[in-house]
């Protein structure tokens, strides 16, 4: 991703050069440790664990250790869950994803939005009266053409920057989804719905609320009884109240600036990090906690097991490649939004059927889809997703080898945003700048930082493929293969049978060589915004 303050970032604008799987006989040994990283990395292969690195800490200021079991903030990650959640409804027969959303609302929404004369939702393009059809395909496929009213990555000039909410909103506790809902369901659209692709968190915002109101249960219930319980999620959880009423039963990471000399590389300070956001502001967008556990079992029923739908045409139309995202295509694959998770292809598909172009009936009860709507397109070569808070970022990857059947799965979650900084610098900085986090953002715009975790799993993916007899095209610089082959003899001592690192063979690595420095240093990239607590794309 070209920024970096991703505050709940998304996936696609993220991704790094992509790599296309072979079959791997063997596994090679681990890559040597990143020095820079403080988080757990995991790399699995056909179900085996390869890879299990926790490192840094949980907690700085109470000296808690990282662990595998380690709970963060999974920001945009928690699109899928709420994308699931509709197909999850539809086929329990209580909407259809191809409806207009003004169907299911109604007068006393509006009143719950805060709007009590308003009786129906008449979305309409900038400056005119004309209603569009906003469907629930849209808003799961961000193309909607919804304000994004919270990122605001609009030019100065934009007029739609008048509609961005104020980013304080996001930093106290929402006293419902519906309040949230209110600070944009009036908003114009930016384009005619199903005609183009804007990454906006007000569309799972939007979700979460008929989820609730379809369901009659709470976001938090409905995930708990639908897919966290069946599926042995007992490490992932919606937290409304923010911890406000009980603790998590599990350890949660906390959040930190980790201040490094830009030469060097060497840490001489830590910093708290505010999130700047409460689950209820974010709710379906990004409010969940979750494990990196949790996670890969997560992807794993819903896209290898097959587990939680009961018609498969509900797992296609997930991940249906919806919107085209050119931008993001690497060496020769094909970028595309699904619904709630990003899917890559070899070949340059047919378009999706613009659901704006449906025949849509007045009536409210809903039909299961019908056969025409079936989506005839080839399994994704990679599935993929990256969710971040300010501080938090968390990535998951499933690539998948239709000729040879392999599947490789990685995760890398990481608390800590590396700024390179002189010392002296920062000490001048402390000694002038007030003492809030926002004034402490625009004062370090144009630093270089390192944040990203799906970095650091694509370094992961090409690392496994160069050293496992692999033969890829690469635009990843090929530095990085070369830097990590030539520390292999000073891990493997501390590697067990099973080919797996802990964080005591971190001794043998030396950070300070310039080779190493140089490697961790491309990661770094300079920030030209100062990211506050809002989602991005």
Same mark, same amino acid.
């Given at each position: 991703?070209?920024?970096?303050?991703?505050?709940?970032?998304?996936?696609?604008?993220?991704?790094?050069?992509?790599?296309?799987?072979?079959?791997?006989?063997?596994?090679?040994?681990?890559?040597? @440790?990143?020095? &820079?990283? %403080? *988080? +757990?990395?995991? #790399?699995?292969?056909?179900?085996?664990?390869?890879?299990?690195? =926790?490192?840094?800490?949980?907690?700085?200021?109470?000296?808690?250790?990282?662990?595998?079991?380690?709970?963060?903030?999974?920001?945009?990650?928690?699109?899928?869950?709420?994308?699931?959640?509709?197909?999850?409804?539809?086929?329990?027969?209580?909407?259809?994803?191809?409806?207009?959303?003004?169907?299911?609302?109604?007068?006393?929404?509006?009143?719950?939005?805060?709007?009590?004369?308003?009786?129906?939702?008449? @979305?309409?393009? &900038?400056? %005119? *009266? +004309?209603?569009? #059809?906003?469907?629930?395909?849209?808003?799961?496929?961000?193309? =909607?053409?919804?304000?994004?009213?919270?990122?605001?990555?609009?030019?100065?000039?934009?007029?739609?920057?008048?509609?961005?909410?104020?980013?304080?909103?996001?930093?106290?506790?929402?006293?419902?989804?519906?309040?949230?809902?209110?600070?944009?369901?009036?908003?114009?659209?930016?384009?005619?719905?199903?005609?183009?692709?804007?990454?906006?968190?007000?569309?799972?915002?939007?979700?979460?609320?008929?989820?609730?109101?379809?369901?009659?249960? %709470?976001?938090?219930?409905?995930?708990?009884?639908?897919?966290?319980?069946?599926?042995?999620?007992?490490?992932?959880?919606?937290?409304?109240?923010?911890?406000?009423?009980?603790?998590?039963?599990?350890?949660?990471?906390?959040?930190?600036?980790?201040?490094?000399?830009?030469?060097?590389?060497?840490?001489?300070?830590?910093?708290?990090?505010?999130?700047?956001?409460?689950?209820?502001?974010?709710?379906?967008?990004?409010?969940?906690?979750?494990?990196?556990?949790?996670?890969?079992?997560?992807?794993?029923?819903?896209?290898?097991?097959?587990?939680?739908?009961?018609?498969?045409?509900?797992?296609?139309?997930?991940?249906?490649?919806?919107?085209?995202?050119?931008?993001?295509?690497?060496?020769?694959?094909?970028?595309?939004?699904?619904?709630?998770?990003?899917?890559?292809?070899?070949?340059?598909?047919?378009?999706?059927?613009?659901?704006?172009?449906?025949?849509?009936?007045?009536?409210?009860?809903?039909?299961?889809?019908?056969?025409?709507?079936?989506?005839?397109?080839?399994?994704?070569?990679?599935?993929?997703?990256?969710?971040?808070?300010?501080?938090?970022?968390?990535?998951?990857?499933?690539?998948?080898?239709?000729?040879?059947?392999?599947?490789?799965?990685?995760?890398?979650?990481?608390?800590?945003?590396?700024?390179?900084?002189?010392?002296?610098?920062?000490?001048?900085?402390?000694?002038?700048?007030?003492?809030?986090?926002?004034?402490?953002?625009?004062?370090?715009?144009?630093?270089?930082?390192?944040?990203?975790?799906?970095?650091?799993?694509?370094?992961?993916?090409?690392?496994?493929?160069?050293?496992?007899?692999?033969?890829?095209?690469?635009?990843?610089?090929?530095?990085?293969?070369?830097?990590?082959?030539?520390?292999?003899?000073?891990?493997?001592?501390?590697?067990?049978?099973?080919?797996?690192?802990?964080?005591?063979?971190?001794?043998?690595?030396?950070?300070?060589?310039?080779?190493?420095?140089?490697?961790?240093?491309?990661?770094?990239?300079?920030?030209?915004?100062?990211?506050?607590?809002?989602?991005?794309?």
């Amino acid at each position: 991703m070209a920024t970096t303050w991703p505050s709940l970032c998304c996936l696609v604008v993220c991704v790094l050069p992509l790599v296309c799987f072979a079959h791997i006989t063997s596994s090679p040994p681990p890559p040597p @440790p990143d020095q &820079l990283f %403080s *988080g +757990v990395q995991t #790399v699995e292969r056909n179900g085996a664990t390869v890879l299990n690195i =926790s490192s840094g800490k949980a907690s700085v200021e109470y000296g808690v250790d990282m662990t595998a079991h380690t709970a963060f903030l999974i920001g945009s990650n928690s699109k899928l869950f709420t994308a699931v959640s509709i197909y999850l409804l539809q086929e329990d027969g209580l909407l259809r994803t191809s409806d207009p959303v003004s169907l299911y609302l109604n007068a006393s929404d509006f009143a719950n939005f805060g709007f009590a004369n308003v009786s129906e939702w008449c @979305p309409t393009l &900038l400056g %005119s *009266g +004309v209603c569009q #059809v906003v469907t629930f395909e849209h808003l799961m496929s961000m193309s =909607s053409g919804l304000v994004d009213a919270f990122n605001c990555d609009y030019p100065p000039d934009s007029p739609f920057v008048k509609y961005c909410v104020a980013p304080y909103l996001w930093t106290v506790d929402a006293p419902s989804v519906a309040s949230t809902v209110g600070s944009f369901i009036l908003n114009p659209l930016t384009f005619v719905p199903g005609t183009n692709y804007s990454y906006s968190n007000p569309n799972f915002i939007l979700l979460t609320y008929l989820i609730e109101k379809l369901s009659g249960l %709470s976001y938090a219930q409905f995930l708990l009884t639908r897919i966290f319980l069946p599926l042995g999620l007992h490490h992932t959880t919606f937290d409304f109240f923010n911890q406000q009423f009980h603790i998590l039963g599990f350890p949660f990471a906390g959040f930190y600036y980790d201040f490094r000399d830009p030469v060097s590389l060497q840490r001489y300070a830590v910093g708290k990090c505010s999130t700047e956001i409460t689950p209820s502001a974010v709710s379906g967008t990004g409010g969940l906690v979750s494990t990196q556990g949790d996670m890969l079992r997560w992807y794993k029923a819903l896209f290898v097991d097959r587990k939680l739908f009961r018609r498969h045409a509900s797992l296609r139309a997930l991940v249906k490649p919806w919107t085209r995202i050119p931008a993001d295509d690497r060496l020769g694959l094909k970028a595309y939004y699904a619904q709630g998770v990003a899917v890559f292809y070899k070949d340059e598909l047919v378009q999706a059927e613009d659901a704006s172009t449906h025949t849509h009936s007045s009536s409210k009860k809903a039909q299961a889809p019908d056969s025409s709507s079936s989506i005839d397109t080839p399994w994704p070569e990679l599935i993929l997703y990256q969710g971040g808070t300010l501080c938090s970022h968390t990535a998951i990857i499933l690539a998948f080898n239709s000729s040879t059947h392999d599947l490789t799965a990685i995760t890398a979650f990481r608390n800590t945003v590396n700024i390179l900084i002189p010392q002296s610098e920062w000490s001048t900085l402390q000694a002038t700048t007030p003492r809030t986090n926002r004034t402490f953002l625009d004062s370090i715009q144009g630093l270089p930082t390192d944040a990203d975790a799906l970095v650091v799993a694509f370094q992961l993916l090409e690392y496994y493929n160069s050293n496992g007899g692999l033969r890829t095209p690469s635009d990843i610089d090929q530095h990085t293969t070369k830097l990590l082959s030539s520390n292999f003899n000073t891990n493997t001592a501390n590697l067990d049978s099973n080919s797996k690192l802990n964080s005591n063979s971190y001794s043998n690595f030396n950070s300070n060589s310039n080779a190493a420095a140089d490697l961790l240093r491309q990661r770094f990239t300079t920030t030209k915004q100062a990211k506050r607590g809002v989602l991005q794309g």
